[in-house]
């Protein structure tokens, strides 16, 4: 019996932003070499591995500013960046985020605990199984479930910015499944100014949001890639398969 596929935030986003964009980077295998490596993915995925090693220290982990500082140094991505000023100029601008993050955390009370970091959940919704791995979750001390995610891009957060990701509604899904009877909530956290945003699914919201998700899904998975006339659009600028899509004979620039 064939494996139930499976769509994760990250890929329905990108469909619904450009089916051409995902049918390069997760259907046509031409488009994995056409793939950069991106200074923003490397910024932020550094940033985060510090980030879980102080809310998963244990005995060894990241406990100060100072230690979370020499974890990003030490394990420091330098793929993607223009020049080498370029790097230690991020590399600054890192060490100061995760300072300031670890020194407001641990001035702030102590309301819920960490129960996971960097955790990937799943859920079967009928034609695919939805995965999303989510940057922690909390536990309040009346229950309450709190997926957070972290944006080091980010200087600013609303609830609205929330309550509309497509991401954060898909975690608070998963989060619901894990937890069942629990009340979940979802945040965002703005590493460059320490800010952060609540909002939370209604249950006939979130029985909405799954149908939708259903819904894309299947289009997502059924759709005729080869057909797919690549249409012009602003996010083209920058995009690491606009050759590609020039070459199509249909293709009109945006």
Not at 21 to 29: C, G, H, P, Q, R
Not at 31 to 52: D, E, M, P
Not at 108 to 114: Q, V
Not at 195 to 224: M, Q, W
Request: charged residues 25%.
């Amino acid at each position: 019996m064939a494996r139930k596929p499976t769509l994760s935030p990250s890929k329905i986003s990108t469909y619904l932003a450009c089916p051409s964009k995902y049918m390069w980077t997760y259907v046509d295998d031409r488009g994995k070499w056409f793939l950069r490596s991106k200074s923003y993915y490397s910024f932020g995925t550094t940033l985060h591995a510090v980030l879980q090693r102080f809310h998963d220290s244990g005995d060894q982990g990241v406990t100060t500013a100072a230690e979370a500082v020499a974890e990003l140094e030490q394990n420091w991505i330098d793929a993607g960046y223009e020049s080498h000023d370029h790097m230690m100029q991020a590399m600054s601008e890192g060490k100061q985020i995760v300072e300031k993050y670890i020194e407001h955390v641990v001035a702030l009370p102590a309301t819920a605990d960490t129960v996971a970091v960097e955790k990937t959940l799943r859920l079967d919704l009928g034609p695919f199984i939805l995965l999303g791995r989510i940057d922690r979750i909390d536990r309040h001390k009346d229950g309450t479930i709190e997926v957070v995610d972290y944006k080091s891009g980010r200087e600013t957060v609303k609830q609205e910015d929330v309550a509309t990701d497509l991401a954060m509604c898909c975690y608070q899904l998963l989060a619901r499944a894990a937890y069942p009877g629990q009340k979940v909530v979802a945040s965002i956290v703005a590493l460059r100014t320490n800010t952060k945003a609540v909002a939370s699914l209604s249950d006939p919201e979130a029985e909405a949001f799954a149908s939708d998700l259903r819904t894309i899904g299947e289009e997502i998975l059924n759709r005729d890639y080869e057909s797919v006339v690549p249409v012009g659009k602003s996010l083209c600028e920058g995009c690491d398969f606009l050759t590609l899509c020039q070459r199509h004979p249909d293709f009109v620039a945006p």
